[in-house]
């Protein structure tokens, strides 16, 4: 059992490599998209707050976010203020014979009221924004992204050229050698045109993952045996990292998502050589398997 674990590891790292060899040279030209264009939001040291949007929905949740915090320093200031006040005001020493007022009507109802306002004022964006997230609009593209043990597939429909490839982190020194960050760096990424409407088809194989894409506002639970729907819409090129959310087990840290951004141009011809590598790749993994 182990052993042919093993085996369709070191299979499934061969194949992806060699997809990766072919595809390097397809980052730098049929990208297009210059070095200091890349967008490569990773955390940083010291970093506050949530990574730089790149899509309206993701700025539409960093929106939200930003003024749920508001709302509750506020909130907090307030009920703190009223707790001093309590404390050194009404304290035992200064009233040593407590009042016996049972209740104030007007205060009451404003304590009741004054919350349901704050949450309903809450509510409406809150639902705006989750209608946003699960109404889907007519996409541009279709990608199916699969969750394995430990790496994710990727798929593209029959309009967009119907192959499929597999996404496996790459070693500290092939990372270092691209310049992409440990970690997140991949060898094969799921490619994207800029603009475009892309819905994202979340799945997964054996356990449960989660494809998580913070710069988009991307985050959907990969389930076995369901097939679970989200989209994103990116404004920039570049290449945007996630990883995946959920504790999938042993190798839960070691399958990051990078998804690289390009020009309609740039993406007509990654498809065109996508369509011959990975169909080629596909062929020799089923003579591989079959050996």
Known sequence: MEQTGSRDTRLRRKMSR??????????ATAAAVPAAADVLNVPQNWQMGMMPP???????MVNFHN???WVITVITIFVGVLLLICIFRFNEKKNPNPSRT???TMLEVAWTVIPILILVGIAIPSFRLLREQVIIPEPDIVVKVTGHSWYWEYEYPEDQGGFSFISTMLDREEAEEIGQPYLLAVDNEMV???GANVAVQVTAQGVLHAFALPSFGVKMDAVPGRLNETWFRAEREGIYFGQCSELCGSGHAFMPIAVRVVSEEAYA???????AMFASVDDERQVASSD
């Open 269 to 275: 011809e990654w498809l065109d050589e996508a369509r």
């Open 54 to 60: 790149h899509s309206e929905m993701a700025q539409n």
């Open 192 to 194: 994207v045109p800029v």
């Open 18 to 27: 060699l997809a990766t060899g072919a595809l390097a040279g397809l980052a």
């Open 67 to 69: 003024g749920l915090l």
């Open 102 to 104: 049972s209740h104030n």
